[in-house]
Each structure stands twice: as structure tokens, then as C-alpha cells.
């Protein structure tokens, strides 16, 4: 059963965009929508077949165990003359990203039953290029060989670049090819450095990569850890690289802004701690402080920015290089703490911030701006929406009990674990940065929710400003795994504390 739950994962969104690219436009939407639930359902099936063990207590795999223990695999000959394999599996530390594709795949699909952005064609072809994009994003996580993993991490870029060509604001086409060029020169490296593993290792497998049983020599680590960083760094994306984002995010429609943010830029982090500190730790133990500088540098940058920003989609774009600098930072100190903030930063960033860009979207659809000087009020006209957002503003702010809290205070804690004055000095400026996150977004609420409704706001009638069904149905499971993930940090932690143990001791050793 876990065997083929693992495949119709990949599967049904595959054969969900072929539908949807073939039958007219209202069917192709609402049979893409369907696949993409049934995918949900297989990727929850995944995990209540996949493990022996309860929610929260895997079996252990014991002291000296691979970082990768898959809970269920599926391992085929792909060209047996490479000796390349089909090879899927999932763990503690993918599983949770495999569940929120999933989710945000089905919610951004039902949006689209509603709503479809203008300008760019039938709504069937653009549900069929989300599932594409799904498809590529879970191959990257449930891959475990990596030419497989290269494969899958590039088949997201052109249906990414339609998305935002094609539906996107007025100047997509210009955040669409900036997009393209930097995931591109992000490739060309990540090529580089799969082939310089393989040709080292003699094998692409995963597992064996990362259990010790091949040793790569220090040189080729470095080499290897410094070109699957960089690669990893555009994607995640890592300041200073980190310029393609906001353009993208600002241009592209609501639903590739929550797949942008919630997912795609997820696959970065997680090729950095599944790939580059796992199969090169000599290479992560020796860039450890410059990542962990650059971490915190993009965390500043990032809340510095947002402090300045007028566009509401431009912020929250920008917050996004903080928040992803905290999941850098903790990565970086290369302890459980910090590659479990990590994890569950990942996680919290995926479920906040695409809840933040639908309601973004939701604001604009209405009042035709995302101006902060324009937009004022709101909560006087449209308290709920007013109430939404001011929700998911502090729950990216990183208010305990909420799902952004975890991941930014154990990354300081992580560096503060690390001792010395270097690691000390880091885990301060990244304090500074979480507190300097609240001040922008109590400066986005007091800009858009209050004082008296702008002519803006007033302008729109009533029942404009209403929530419809169709936001409640895509908003309401974010809202409810912000709050979740906030009180029982342990539904992802205790997933990935077996594997993080794992690849600790291996990089330590």
C-alpha cells in the first residue's frame, strides 16, 4: 500500500495536467482540481502507510544509522547503462514538504475554479501547468538519486515561467526572463556539482551518498558543497541572489505567487540539507560561518526593505528572504536545533506566506491597487478580511503559539548553541532581524487595516468586500495549520528528529 501511494503521488498530478490540457476549459479545471485532491489523499495515505511507528515516535534508527532511512521506497533501472536509477523514497524530513505541495497544489487548483487570472488564456491551461510545477516539486523531494533529483528540480522553471508570462501582471514577461536567467545560472551549477559527485562517488544513489560508505575526498567536497550551495542559494533564495524574487512575486498571479512562495523556494533549503550537507559535511563543516554570515545578512536586508516598502505584494515578498535567511541560519549552525528549525521554518513559511498571498491577491482583486499609500481602513469596511490578515502578519512575525514562532527562535537558539563570539554575534543581529520583522508588519496592519477607510476602499461597494465561499474553502486549511503547527510543533518536528539525528552525527564525524 505504501509502495503505491509513493507512485500515485507523482502520478495523479501527472495525469491530472494531461486532462486538464485536453478537455474544455470549466471540465479541464474541475478534473485538475480533482486529481490534485486525490493527490492529497495519496500523500496522507503515504504517511499513514509508509511508518511502523505513531505520529510522533518513529522507530529509531538507531546510533550510526543513515541520514536516510526511507519509510518506503520504490527503486526501478532507469538507463542501466549509467547505472541511473528510478529511485523514490520518503522520510521524516521530506514527508512534511510532500503534504504541503499537495495542499497548496489543491488549494491554489480550487482557487482557480472561481477565479482565473485575465490575460493569459483559459484557466484549464493554467490549472494544468500547477500540476506540472506539483509534479516537479514532489519529484524533487521524494527523489533519491540525484540525477533523478536534478531532473525533477528543473522540470519546475518552464511551467513556473508561463505561469508568470502568461497571467501575470504588466510587466511579467520582465519578471518572468529574470526569473528564468537566475534559476538557469542556478542549474548550470547544480549540473555541475551532480556530476562531480557522481563521477567522485561512482554512483548517483542517495542513501549510499550520504550512509559514509563512499568517502569523497575533502577536495571534491569542497568543490561539490560550493557548487550545490550557490545552486541552492538562487533558489532558496539567498542574499545577494535573491533579486529575481520580488519581480516574480510582484508579477505573477495569486496562485504562482502561493506555489512561488509556499513550495518552490522550499526546494532550495531542503537540497541544502539534503544534498549538499549530506553527501558533502566536510564541505558544510568548512562554509558553515560564511553561510551562516550571509544567513543573517539576508535577514536584515530582507526586514530593512520591507521597512521601506509601499507595494503590499513587494513586503511580503521581501519578508520572505528574512524568513528564509532564519531556515539558512539554522541549517548553517549544522546542530539538531538548527537543522530542525530548519525543517519547521520550511514548513511555517510554506503555510503562512501562501496565506498571505492569497489574501494579498484577495485585496488587490478588489481595490485594483496594492499601494499602502492608497489602500487605509480596511478593517472599518471588510472586517474580516481586515481580521485575516492581521492574523497571518503575526503569525509570520513569529508570535509563540503560532507556526512562525518555532523556526526563528531555535535557529538564534541553534547559534547560540554553536558558542564562540562569531556564532554569538550572528545569533544577536538575527534577534535584532525578528524584532525588526514585527515593526514592518505592524507597519503593514497600521498602514492597510487601520484609521479611516481611504477613497480607495470607500469606493467599493459592499458586497465586493464581502469573503466568498470559494476564499473560505482555499483559505480556512492554512489558517487552521498556522494555528496547528503554532501548538503542536511535534506534528512536523516529530517526524524529522530520527533522520536530523542522523545526518548530525555524519556530519560531525
Known sequence: MSQSALVAVLALPALGAVFAALLPDRAARLAGTGFAALALVASVLLGLAGHTGGWFSYQPAGSGAPPIVPWTSVDASWVPGLDLRLHFGVDGVSYPLVVLTTLLTLLCCLYTIWHVPGGGGRGGTLVALLLVVEVGMLGTFLAL???????????????????????????????????????????????????????AAGTADLVTLTSGAVTLSRTTQLAAFTLLAIAFAVKSPLWPLHTWLPDAHTQAPTVGSVLLAGVLLKMGTYGLIRVAVGVAPAGARWAAPLLGTLAVAAILVGCLVCLAQTELKRLIAYSSVGHMGFVLLGVATLTATGIQAALIGNVAHGIITGLLFFLAGAVKDRFHTGDLAVLGGLRERSPWLSGLLAFAAIASLGLPGLAGFWGEAF???????RGGGGWLT????????????????????????????????????????????????????????ALLVGLVPALVLGLSETPVQSLVEAVTR
Not at 533523478?148 to 505561469?163: R, S, T
Not at 535557529?411 to 548553541?417: G, N, R, S, T
Not at 525578528?434 to 508588519?441: I, N, V
Open 411 to 417: 535557529a538564534v537558539v541553534a547559534a547560540f548553541e
Open 145 to 199: 538519486d540525484l540525477v533523478l533529483f536534478f531532473v525533477f528540480f528543473e522540470v519546475v522553471l518552464l511551467p513556473m515561467y508561463a505561469i508568470i508570462a502568461g497571467w501575470g501582471g504588466e510587466q511579467r514577461r520582465h519578471a518572468a526572463r529574470k526569473f528564468a536567467l537566475y534559476t538557469l545560472f542556478g542549474s548550470v551549477l547544480l549540473l555541475v556539482g551532480v556530476f562531480t559527485v557522481v563521477a
Open 426 to 481: 550572528l545569533g544577536v543581529l538575527a534577534a535584532v532581524g525578528g524584532a525588526l520583522t514585527a515593526a514592518y508588519f505592524l507597519r503593514l496592519l497600521r498602514r492597510v487595516t487601520h484609521g479611516p477607510a481611504s477613497p480607495a476602499v470607500e469606493a467599493v461597494a459592499p458586497p465586493a468586500l464581502r469573503i466568498s465561499g470559494m476564499e473560505l474553502v482555499a483559505w480556512s486549511p492554512l489558517v487552521i495549520l
